[in-house]
């Protein structure tokens, strides 16, 4: 799982780098005019297993999950996927305006689905992924300041129609959090 991790944290900057329109990816997709999106500036990694993980109608296993807050308040649910022919194979559930409906569940509508292999355009050396207008919602149980993350599930339908899924189930470990701050290059617990 750590060795999964680094490829992870790549795949997430590249979520935080601008889209372009031009898509090579397998699924046909969506792409809005080039923008930004931000800089992650929280950073949490779970350890668990994806009992469901389906990208439009296919079903994979996955590799790690992470919950990446962008410093404009986007936030993604990004899945590395534990395929065999494509190791930068990740999917995000993205959007804004989360809700806490106690300390131990958050809530997330999703207006986007992030899609990001091999076959990407890249900026700076990083595979830049496909934007899919999608609606759905993503559900997690547990606590990132108690470092305990139970599940995660999330659904959605882009606009073509494709459906996604994603049920994670921790296997216990805690949480790894970390703030990124942009103004001096350095990643920190937050919560030491």
């Given amino acids: 799982m750590r060795l999964c991790r680094p490829a992870l944290g790549a795949a997430l900057i590249a979520l935080a780098s601008p889209c372009f329109a ?11 005019p080039a923008q930004q999106n931000g800089f992650i500036d929280l950073l949490a990694l779970m350890s668990g297993k994806c009992k469901t993980l389906k990208v439009a109608g296919r079903t994979y296993a996955c590799k790690t999950v992470a919950y990446a807050h962008g410093d404009k308040g986007r936030v993604n649910f990004a899945v590395a996927v534990d395929d065999p022919t494509d190791a930068n194979h990740v999917v995000s559930f993205s959007g804004e305006n989360g809700k806490r409906a106690d300390d131990n569940s958050y809530e997330l509508p999703i207006d986007r689905m992030l899609l990001n292999s091999k076959n990407r355009p890249k900026v700076d050396g990083l595979p830049v992924p496909a934007e899919q207008t999608s609606t759905g919602i993503c559900r997690q149980t547990g606590n990132f300041a108690a470092r305990k993350v139970n599940d995660v599930t999330c659904t959605a339908t882009d606009s073509e129609g ?3 899924e994603l049920l994670f189930v921790s296997d216990g470990t805690p949480v790894s959090v970390r703030r990124i701050r942009q103004s001096a290059p350095s990643i920190q617990d937050p919560f030491k």
Avoid: M
Avoid at 22 to 32: C, T
């Fill in 22 to 32: 031009e898509s090579s990816a397998p699924i046909p997709v969506n792409n809005p």
């Fill in 162 to 164: 494709r459906k996604y």
